[in-house]
């Protein structure tokens, strides 16, 4: 068996262990109903299993590539790793987990996305602030709402006090 052939059995039996031990935590928790907060964990446990059989099958059939992609680019097509993106999105996520208990989930989501969308906005596209500012708003609202009517669960609510 060659090298590619097994690394592909590897990530697929990797994905599918993870799968199986997701599902077994998942088992685990408290049910209150058909559609309650194991619901999601669930059916992300079900999926994951899924996609790791599917690719242990796929890597049964697998014959190796003919030649890397990344090679083709050659030197003088090589981007560099946008480390100054990664380093602000970690930061953003900092500053989201630190304020949301004070601010509250409604907003500082909003806020989180937006400035997130700005982030990873490529350099040479203008930045459409309106449209940003809308699926901010509208996801964090929608979010907000499927959790605390359709999953009961009460996500921290800062100083709006909804």
Partial sequence: MDTYKRKELLVGALMLGAGLFYLFLTINLPRKGTIDASTV???LSFGLCLLGVL???????ATPAAADPDEDAG???????DYPTVFK?????????ALLQKVGFPIMTALYLYVQFIVITPREQKINHISYVVIAVITSTIIYYLFRQGFDLMLPTGFLKI
């Fill in 75 to 81: 030197p003088g097509n090589d981007i560099p790793p």
């Fill in 41 to 43: 964990p669930y059916v």
């Fill in 55 to 61: 690719q242990l099958l796929a890597a049964r059939k």
């Fill in 89 to 97: 999105t970690l930061g953003l996520i900092a500053v989201y987990v």
